[in-house]
């Protein structure tokens, strides 16, 4: 595996700067996981009968990345990139014309715009859009949510690329 550059989190940072330092931290963490990989071992399910691949878990994140700061923070009225309705985890099944580079090209943009749609923002903003309980998240939590996602799928990255080419570590 490459060691891409990653940025550590600042141990001793305000609450806002140590939210975007861990949320870029794991960002940074699951190009790491997927470089110097093929397309074809990038979209490499980790086993019977999971279709989880690093591809999936790439594409995944960018709509989660839309969801929740372009949909539900700002309300932005868009469709999720991937998935649908009818096939909710069709994020996840990479199929064979995708590519890393497409892919990774449509993460980053999300990334973009989620940063975008939280300048300027105070932790305390509330999203345009509401919880099923009828209430608002805020900013802050939102913040957490996207670092526990990127946690978690980083814990299958890990995985994921130790099957592939038995690299660990990152």
Request: aromatic fraction near 8%; include cysteine.
């Amino acid at each position: 595996m490459t060691s891409s550059e990653r940025t550590g989190p600042s141990a001793s940072a305000g609450e806002r700067d140590m939210l975007d330092g861990w949320l870029e931290f794991h960002r940074e963490t699951l190009v790491a996981k997927c470089e110097g990989l093929s397309d074809e071992q990038l979209r490499t399910a980790s086993a019977e009968p999971s279709m989880l691949s690093l591809l999936g878990l790439v594409r995944h994140m960018a709509d989660v990345e839309r969801h929740w700061f372009r949909r539900v923070l700002t309300g932005e009225e868009i469709e999720p990139i991937f998935y649908t309705e009818d096939d909710p985890d069709r994020d996840f099944r990479a199929g064979d014309g995708d590519t890393w580079q497409d892919t990774h090209t449509t993460w980053q943009a999300e990334v973009a715009a989620a940063r975008a749609a939280v300048g300027g923002r105070s932790l305390d903003d509330l999203a345009v859009r509401e919880n099923r309980e009828g209430g608002k998240f805020n900013l802050r939590w939102i913040y957490v949510h996207m670092i526990e996602e990127y946690a978690r799928h980083n814990g299958h990255a890990d995985l994921l690329r130790e099957r592939i080419d038995g690299a660990t570590g990152v």
